[in-house]
């Protein structure tokens, strides 16, 4: 043999893994059955959420070079996907835990006060890292989060906040992308046009609708004035920074029509690899998304109205922190400013080519 020889249990420590499950309700008289399996739950999570780290910690380095390297963009792309992948299994494990029933529960639930998945300093650790910095967080999630850490985790999660997050080194790649200004050819120009006409098209159509009345017709007119000021923020750096500063935004202008240039361009071979990139970072946000909402019904399933053991209101604490806790809204946001193929502007001959396989 090459290598010392190495027996399977040890490489694994499974002697520690297997011994770690202590139930509370065994210290303090009857052992509950389902505390067995609530713990390997959250035990599991925390060893996937061990691994999510290890592939966020990657990218980052990787994002964090000077110059990216075209090469690593498949890296990060075989990265991301492991992460989707993983979050689909924390996803399907709560399929596992909620056949115990809220009386299984209740054996067990009064010996972890004050526990709480506040506490989990992974999942903290992801989100941050990520770029759901405090600023962003609800503020009961701010309250009960700083409350409920240990001194030391607390002063390891605010040291944390130091660091730049996913999302920043993102929108500094994002505004790098040469392709929508050259010397001789400004894409936005184009485009700023090709919106405007849209605009004033659609508002012909509305004020030559037959089947609506005058109320109906200003109703739709304010919309596409509504409409027409999003896409004017676009163009306006003053107030795209006033988004910007009141946290409307997170990402700068500049990344933002990045996005929509590759958004628009996607197909072209030069932008399909950071077209797939953004879309797993969109899964990401979703995956992660869905699974703070099963979490939300399973704990109302479990819980009814009651508080959780952390203190907080429980369901109705988890169910708000889902659709405020993401990270990814400008990704999702851009959609916004799509227009249809067809009256997309045409590049110059140069830009194309440089967007595509070139063969001499």
């Known amino acids: 043999m090459k290598y010392e020889p190495i027996y399977y249990g040890e490489y694994l420590k499974l002697d520690k893994i297997l011994g770690a499950q202590n139930l509370m309700s065994e210290k303090y008289g009857k052992p509950a059955h389902d505390e067995t399996l609530f713990i390997i739950i959250h035990q599991t999570y925390e060893l996937w959420f061990k691994q999510i780290l290890h592939e966020v910690d990657s990218i980052h380095a990787l994002f964090s070079k000077e110059v990216l390297a075209p090469t690593s963009l498949s890296t990060i792309s075989h990265r991301l996907n492991r992460i989707t992948e993983i979050q689909r299994i924390l996803n399907d494990q709560l399929n596992v835990i909620e056949t115990m029933s809220p009386l ?16 989990s300093i992974q999942f903290r650790m992801i ?93 739709e007119l304010n919309n596409l004035n509504a409409t027409r000021e999003t896409f004017s923020v676009l163009f306006d750096a003053e107030k795209y920074a006033q988004l910007q500063e009141k946290g409307e935004v997170r990402i700068s202008r500049e990344a933002k029509l990045a996005l929509i240039f590759i958004k628009l361009f996607k197909d072209e071979p030069i932008l399909q690899m950071p077209n797939q990139i953004l879309d797993q970072l969109i899964d990401i946000d979703e995956l992660f998304t869905t699974w703070r909402y099963r979490h939300a019904i399973m704990a109302h399933r479990m819980l009814g109205r009651k508080i959780g053991t952390g203190g907080s209101s429980g369901h109705d604490y988890l169910k708000q922190s889902t659709e405020n806790n993401r990270v990814f809204t400008d990704l999702f946001n851009v959609a916004t400013f799509l227009i249809p193929k067809s009256t997309v502007p045409q590049l110059p001959d140069e830009i194309k080519k440089d967007l595509s396989f070139s063969y001499e």
Not at 108 to 119: C, E, H, I, N, T
Not at 166 to 189: A, C, H, T
């Open 104 to 119: 299984d529960f209740m054996e067990f639930r009064d010996y972890l006060v004050p526990a709480s998945g506040f506490q």
């Open 127 to 219: 989100e941050l890292k990520l770029g759901l910095r405090q600023e962003y967080r609800l503020h009961a999630d701010k309250a009960f989060f700083n409350s409920r850490l240990k001194e030391e985790d607390k002063e390891f999660m605010l040291k944390l906040e130091e660091d730049t997050t996913l999302l920043e080194l993102i929108d500094k790649w994002l505004s790098r992308l040469p392709f929508g200004k050259k010397e001789n050819f400004d894409f936005w120009e184009h485009y700023q046009e090709t919106v405007e006409e849209m605009l004033a098209a659609d508002a012909e159509i509305i004020k030559n609708n037959k089947t609506l009345n005058p109320k109906q017709i200003e109703f």
